[in-house]
């Protein structure tokens, strides 16, 4: 499984930022997709996945009511939407995929940076 994820940048505060995230190759053996993001200095941390198959999708408490992951199955693709975005979401974020067919694997794509100005 590859992935690509586009989408990061510059905004201010209170702006918004839609990523995305491709994924080719073994696209049946998935389970779910999401979005991880590593501020400099901290660890990286959860931030939404989705099931692939019904839809269903988990939140980090810090980015409840303002991020929505969705997917387009027909362009294996993974999005998430970012809404009143606050400085300390700066970060970089990464797509993650995780497979279950034959094993749990977990596959991820490359970073891309998120900064938000006061």
């Known amino acids: 499984v590859q992935l690509q994820a586009s989408g990061g940048g510059l905004v201010q505060a209170g702006g918004s930022l839609r990523l995305s995230c491709a994924a080719s190759?073994?696209?049946?053996?998935?389970?779910?997709m999401g979005w991880y993001r590593q501020a400099p200095g901290k660890q990286r941390e959860f931030i939404a996945n989705?099931?692939?198959?019904?839809?269903?999708?988990n939140y980090a408490d810090s980015v409840k009511g303002r991020f929505a992951i969705s997917r387009d199955n027909a362009k294996n693709t993974v999005y998430l939407q970012m809404n009143s975005l606050k400085p300390e979401d700066t970060a970089v974020y990464f797509c993650?995929?995780?497979?279950?067919?034959?094993?749990?694997?977990?596959?991820w794509g490359q970073g891309t940076q998120v900064t938000v100005s006061s």
């Open positions: 190759g073994s696209i049946f053996s998935i389970n779910h």
């Open positions: 993650n995929a995780r497979a279950t067919i034959p094993r749990t694997i977990d596959y």
């Open positions: 989705i099931i692939i198959n019904s839809g269903s999708t």
